[in-house]
């Protein structure tokens, strides 16, 4: 069984920033990809970021590139999500996930998911 466990979130003002961590267990992720979505109220669950184990390769929803970087530390089987110059519309619930297969953007690739972290950000 896979756990992931999101920590991080929190309040901050418009222009700020957070730093979101998942710590995964369970299992190993060496030919998988993890990934960051998020949920505002009364939307979609939307792709964030996600990042392959292995190589390292980053892919972005397009209204975050340039603020947001996700990034891993094999050793501690952790996924970082570092998010500056926050907007109001980032606000969301924020979901740690692993990939089990498919599009990196749909969240129906995805079959393991943290409980999630709430992040606002007051204007």
């Known amino acids: 069984q896979v756990q992931l466990v999101e920590s991080g979130g929190g309040l901050v003002q418009s222009g700020g920033s957070l730093r979101l961590s998942c710590v995964a267990s369970g299992r190993t992720f060496s030919n998988d990809v993890m990934g960051w979505f998020r949920q505002a109220p009364g939307k979609e669950r939307e792709f964030v970021a996600a990042?392959?184990?292995?190589?390292?390769?980053?892919y972005y929803e397009d209204s975050v590139k340039g603020r947001f970087t996700i990034s891993r530390d094999k050793g501690k089987n952790t996924v970082y999500l570092q998010m500056n110059s926050l907007k109001s519309e980032d606000t969301a619930v924020y979901y740690c996930?692993?990939?089990?297969?498919?599009?990196?953007?749909?969240?129906?690739?995805?079959?393991?998911w943290g409980q999630g972290t709430q992040v606002t950000v007051s204007s």
């Open positions: 996930t692993a990939r089990n297969s498919g599009d990196i953007y749909s969240p129906l690739s995805y079959g393991f």
């Open positions: 990042i392959s184990w292995i190589v390292s390769f980053t």
